[in-house]
């Protein structure tokens, strides 16, 4: 209401026309909320609402006005290329400049961008004709010297355009545009505010977990960069940062092009800021640099500690690594099932080499799944005991001795099955037990289902050689009834693969070389 007191009794006319849809009106308001101009206070948006009025949807003179009122920067922030695009078609001279400026940043060929400058230059666009002379008259990389003349115009805002152009790219996930666009945020003499730097940091991390490098690039300016996001709290910027100051290449160049010299206790003050911010990686850089025994800021034990907190906040990488290693020191089950538990954590994110490792500590059997499915649907209905005991078994590849003695209801972990040492091969003096991971999410619904079936069943651990006996009875009688030989599941290897697998450092002799690459940084 102060607004409308302030204004003269036309404009308040001018107003109450826009509002019941008089084209002229609606743009003519538009226009001097857009500019600020004839006694209208400047109010963008406003001025948007008014011209993008639906009765406007095809009035080439409210696109002019927008695409002539607005820098191309605000243009292309608030999606309204395809009004540029209407105004060039209807001969703004602005328009095709400024579209000519998006079309040469976002697109591979040259062309579009050159006629629709040429067409400016026609309309009379001195601008238009500056950028041309510069692109005719370089001898390397002419897009860039025509794109370089726009550095200083206003209506053009080239630093906010190049900044969403490259944001655009990130988000399409196209990573030759995100190269083609970021080659242009650092080779332009632009100021580099806090929009543009949060842009190039976003195409670095989106490189970074791509996998992709980089040709090479103002490695000064690269840091520059990096260290403005860093001073406003950027963790992603603090995080490539701290692994270049370590010495640590990033997957879209190396750390000297992004520092000048190496600065081990700065770059872990950095990995610890992105660490806290969040960023899991971080946790698993700083294990990294500790661990170095030729490091500076080497220690064994702060090592561990980043390396747990890594796997703790949900890092693959770090569950495999502490995992690997929590086996093959493993003296005792509760080692064993410790490393296990971070072992299948990994595999639980598809870590390949997690998967590897955890197939080794299942004991094969014989015969086809869906043969084994078969024998245990057709032995769930005479005795479900037998069936949930076998099904148990070839699951988790236990001997016949485990699938007889093993306690399914205190054996279930969240990861997969642990065979006490009471139920272990009598035979052997060890009594040391086993722990055997889930190969597949199935296999710990099964176990909890029979599990539950013991539970209430009051079934408890074997207690005597003669309930043991009993056992081993039933469940022989039930597969030669059905005519299916023990091997199919029941494991039978020999002693020294079952024992091997209840020693941390018998089992890594087995899998050396998966076990060097699951602990390799």
């Known amino acids: ?95 095709c400049l400024k579209l000519g400026v998006w079309r040469g940043l976002t697109q591979w060929d040259e062309e579009p961008a050159l006629e629709l400058w040429e067409r400016a230059q026609s309309l009379g666009s001195e601008t238009a004709s500056r950028a041309l002379n510069a692109y005719k008259n370089s001898d390397d990389n002419r897009l860039l010297s025509a794109l370089t003349t726009f550095v200083e115009e206003p209506e053009i805002a080239t630093e906010s355009t190049v900044a969403h152009a490259l944001c655009e790219a990130t988000r399409a996930v196209d990573s030759a545009l995100v190269i083609q666009r970021l080659n242009f945020a650092i080779a332009l003499p632009l100021e580099r505010g806090p929009e543009l730097c949060d842009a190039i940091c976003d195409s670095l991390v989106f490189l970074q977990r791509n996998q992709v490098s980089l040709p090479e690039l103002d490695s000064a300016t690269l840091h520059a960069v990096l260290e403005d996001c860093v001073a406003r709290r950027n963790a992603e910027a603090a995080l490539l940062l701290g692994r270049a100051s370590c010495g640590i290449d990033t997957a879209f160049a190396l750390s000297e092009s992004l520092v000048p010299r190496r600065n081990l206790r700065g770059g872990t003050a950095l990995l610890l800021r992105a660490a806290d911010a969040g960023l899991s990686e971080a946790w698993l850089l700083l294990h990294r640099v500790h661990s170095d025994g030729q490091g500076s800021v080497a220690n064994p034990q702060a090592a561990l500690f980043f390396l747990e907190k890594a796997a703790a906040s949900g890092n693959a990488n770090a569950q495999r690594q502490l995992g690997a290693m929590i086996l093959k020191s493993a003296t005792g089950i509760a080692e064993q099932e410790l490393g296990l538990h971070w072992m299948s954590q990994a595999a639980g994110q598809d870590d390949a080499i997690a998967k590897s490792l955890l197939q080794s500590f299942v004991l094969p059997v014989q015969g086809t799944d869906d043969d084994a499915l078969h024998v245990i649907e057709e032995l769930q209905k005479i005795d479900p005991w037998v069936a949930h005991r076998l099904r148990v078994s070839r699951h988790f590849g236990l001997t016949k001795a485990e699938a007889t003695c093993v306690d399914v209801v205190s054996g279930v972990r969240s990861w997969g099955l642990v065979v006490s040492s009471g139920a272990a ?91 060097r690459t699951a602990i390799a940084h």
């Open 1 to 95: 209401m102060g607004v409308l007191k302030n204004m003269r009794r036309q404009d308040v006319q001018l107003l109450a026309l826009a509002r019941q849809g008089d084209l002229d009106a609606l743009c003519e308001v538009g226009q001097r909320y857009l500019q600020g101009m004839q006694g209208f206070p400047q109010y963008t948006d406003l001025g948007l609402k008014y011209l993008s009025h639906p009765a406007l949807s095809t009035s080439e003179r409210s696109a002019r006005i927008i695409a002539e009122g607005l820098s191309l920067g605000d243009i292309v922030r608030r999606d309204l290329a395809l009004v540029l695009a209407a105004a060039a078609s209807a001969g703004s001279a602005a328009a």
């Open 425 to 515: 091969d009598r035979n052997q003096r060890t009594r040391f037990g086993r722990a055997i991971p889930a190969l597949k999410g199935q296999f710990i619904d099964s176990l909890r289902e029979s599990a539950e079936f013991f539970r209430l069943a009051g079934e408890g651990p074997v207690l005597s050689n003669a309930e043991q006996r009993q056992r081993s009875q039933k469940l022989r009688y039930r597969l030669d009834r059905s005519g299916v030989d023990e091997s199919m599941f029941f494991a039978q290897v020999p002693t020294s693969t079952l024992t091997s697998l209840r020693h941390g450092s018998s089992w890594a002799q087995g899998v050396r070389q998966t076990l």
